[in-house]
């Protein structure tokens, strides 16, 4: 044999190898992670029947195994509500500060996190890393160091038996608030009946929802504050510049796989492109990740997840309105939003700072120039925590309400340049 063909079949031999060994890591690596999550389940899976059904109850709790810098870590499952007001279960994590309470007990901070993904290993609580160094570890333990309690919710149905109900705002409401009641029944949290939300993103909506409803939701707890970053909340103008863009692969699937128990005939099919009706559920239970690099390749290809805009359908349009927040007035309210923000268009959260303005909203808006999206949970949270502590201090906040909004508002479409420049 030619010396150089030999050379050929020793480099692909090489290769093979190679390629063989990476793929036995990355399934074993999976086979790792399935193991754990299977050994997670009977935490997760709750006691039938319930011991009760009220709101808030505290079912279990364990140690974390995560480790935050002057913190305790806990997961917890707790009794929260479906957006229809009945009971259901929902996961979480617990933060409290190894420093001794105040004699008034510690104020409590319920975080709302942004999209992960519908399956269960995608709940926060459930990772193999559960405090993520670049997003939550900066803002927790910032508000760690001024003896705070952090609480939050993976939201009912992620991690927990069912489907979780993705971007339906008394759903979330109901499983923040309730954490909150959850927290104050763990025993040594310390935990007050003061307690502000913070939320990023679809949290952000859910922070937003929360805001509005939580006095009615718990009267004995009180909300003093609320925050959002980026957040997810004018709808229908955000589905209209997103649902035919990258976004929608990872954005439409959980709304339509999610939507169905809160709207039971919502039409599928009047606006999901044929060939991913059967895909739904597989692409909306993929973790984030996993559904962004999916969506990059089909989107590349020329495909979309949506036929047609939602919004020229009535009962898309009518859903999507009817999850948009409505103004807070009787709370201060933060709202944190990035320049360059791919995800959530700015000009979406422009128009709810003008429409909130408008109706009369406590409101402080922060723009952070040329910032987009993913970095919005960990600077937002850092931001957040500083004018929550600058408030319960009892200093005076600013209003924005006289300054005209950073970017337009929709529907004037921001320049993609415009993050850039600033």
Known sequence: MKWWKVLGLV????????VTSQVA???????????????????????DPLPSTKPGTLLRS??????????????ILYVSQKGDGSPTVSSGMLLIPDSPAPAGGRPVVAWAHPTVG?????APSRRDEPI??????????QMISFGYVIVATDYAGLGTPGISQYLVGQAEANDVVNSVRAAREFKDSGASSTWMVYGHSQGGQSALWTGDLAKNLAPELNLVAVAAAAPAAELVPLVDEQWDETVAWVIGPEVAYGWPSQYPNLPLSAVIAPDQINSTEGLATDCLMTAA?????????GRTY????????PEWKAALAAQTPAPITDLPVLIIQGT?????IPNTTALLEQKWCAAGSNLTSVWLGGQGHNHMGEMGGTVAGSWFQRLLAGEKLTNTCSQPPTVPPYPTPVNPGFGSAL
């Not at 519908?118 to 995608?122: F, M, S």
């Not at 993520?132 to 333990?141: A, G, I, K, N, V």
């Not at 690099?293 to 290809?301: H, P």
């Open 11 to 18: 480099v692909l031999a090489l290769v093979l190898v190679a």
């Open 25 to 47: 890591r990355f399934l074993g690596s999976r086979t790792q992670a399935d193991q754990r999550q299977e050994a997670l389940d009977p935490f997760y899976t709750p006691p």
């Open 62 to 75: 364990e140690p974390l195994g995560a480790t935050l810098t002057g913190a305790s870590t806990f997961r």
């Open 118 to 122: 519908l399956g269960d290993a995608c």
């Open 132 to 141: 993520s160094s670049q997003l939550t570890e900066p803002w927790m333990l």
């Open 293 to 301: 690099l999916g969506g990059l390749v089909r989107q590349n290809i």
């Open 306 to 313: 949506f036929s047609i805009n939602p919004i020229d359908n």
């Open 340 to 344: 360059a923000d791919q995800v959530v």
